[in-house]
């Protein structure tokens, strides 16, 4: 069930490893003056900037930190926990069907931006990694045994019927983000809401476990409740 991140190459303006500190901070002076603003995000210097963003991350150690040495006020308070920031990262994963990408992290598609991620875990794939042994980690506590009443009869189970969000990722990246009775998926079609289901009923005995849970897109996953309706 463990999954290792993809390495993409960054294209776009360069990230100028050369230039000295004193020159990027200068030039993010120069852009909140023009904007006439006492800070700026990351995004608005991505726009107007004669470097790219990531290069301060990599330099300073966060976007906020370059804000601070260049006497600009912080851009957010980000006194969050970090499951919050990791369920977050799994939405938009799962949003898109795929790995996202540091400038992908902005609303509405995302509650946090990059520049938090970067500010929290030191750079944006430090924080891919922190959450990847986030999604890969074994949860040790025994099943919680519950039991449901069916058909007059007394179905006990080893598992929740709910799941996790932990729980819905690791399977939904199982199935590659796809519906797999359509093939739909978010990567291909915005419009595309994937859910994960039990293959096996909880209500007729099947368990909330990987092997018993499916991606389905929305369409299908009504269309099976439906023939399940009529059985």
Known sequence: MKFELKKYSRSGRKDYQDVVDDELIADLRLVANKM???TITSREYDQRGKFNSHIFGRRFGS???????AGLRKTRN?????????????????????????????????KFSGS???YRFGTWQNALEKFVNYVNKVEKSPAERVEILNNDSDIRHDTKRS???RMRF???RRDNFKCRNCGRSPATDSNTILHVDHIKAWAK????????????CSKCNIGKS????NE
């Open 116 to 118: 938090f991620y970067e």
């Open 78 to 110: 980000y006194n969050i926990p970090d499951e919050d920031a990791f369920e977050n990262l799994e939405t938009v994963w799962m949003k898109l069907g795929r790995q996202p990408t540091r400038e992908e992290l902005c609303k509405p598609l995302s």
């Open 170 to 172: 690791i399977v939904m």
């Open 226 to 229: 439906d023939l399940e309706n």
């Open 205 to 216: 005995g099947g368990e909330t476990l990987p092997e018993n849970l499916q991606t389905l």
């Open 36 to 38: 006439q603003k006492g």
């Open 63 to 69: 976007w906020l930190t370059a804000l601070t040495k």
């Open 163 to 165: 799941m996790d969000l």
